[in-house]
C-alpha cells in the first residue's frame, strides 16, 4: 500500500506562484499521479495528471498554460508547479495514485490528506 503525503500549500497574492509536491511512501506510484482540488461547497475537480513512465501529461483547460506537474523517480515525488495564480484556485489540493489516467477521481485508489491553497486578491 502507497501512502501519499502533499505539502507546500499556504497563502500567496494573485499572480504569485507555488509549489506542491506529494511524496510517496510505502511503495512508488501506480501508473498515473493526479492532482484534483476541491473549493468549498464544491465537488473535487480534477487537474492535471502524469504518466509515471513515459512522463506523459494533461492538464484542465483552467489551468493550462499555468500549472507544470513533473515527477522525481529518484525522491518518489511528483510535484506541481503553479503560477500565475487566481483567486479562484483557492482549493485544498490533493494527489492521488492509480493505474488507470483518468480526470475521475473514482480511477484512483489512494489519495493524500490534502494541503490548503489560497490566493489572495
Known amino acids: 500500500q502507497v501512502q501519499l503525503v502533499e505539502s507546500g500549500g499556504g497563502l500567496v497574492q494573485a499572480g504569485g506562484s507555488l509549489r506542491l509536491s506529494c511524496a510517496a511512501s510505502?511503495?512508488?506510484?501506480?501508473?498515473?499521479v493526479a492532482w484534483f482540488r476541491q473549493a468549498p461547497g464544491k465537488e473535487r475537480d480534477f487537474v492535471t495528471l502524469?504518466?509515471?513512465?513515459?512522463?506523459?501529461?494533461y492538464y484542465a483547460d483552467v489551468v493550462k498554460g499555468r500549472f507544470t506537474v513533473s515527477r522525481d523517480d529518484a525522491k518518489n515525488t511528483v510535484y506541481l508547479q503553479m503560477n500565475s495564480l487566481k483567486v479562484e484556485d483557492t482549493a485544498v489540493y490533493y494527489c492521488?495514485?492509480?493505474?488507470?489516467?483518468?480526470?475521475?477521481?473514482?480511477?484512483?485508489?489512494?489519495w493524500g490528506q490534502g494541503t490548503q491553497v489560497t490566493v489572495s486578491s
Open positions: 492521488a495514485t492509480g493505474m488507470v489516467g483518468s480526470r475521475s477521481r473514482t480511477h484512483y485508489n489512494y
Open positions: 510505502g511503495r512508488a506510484f501506480s501508473t498515473y
Open positions: 502524469i504518466e509515471r513512465n513515459s512522463g506523459t501529461t
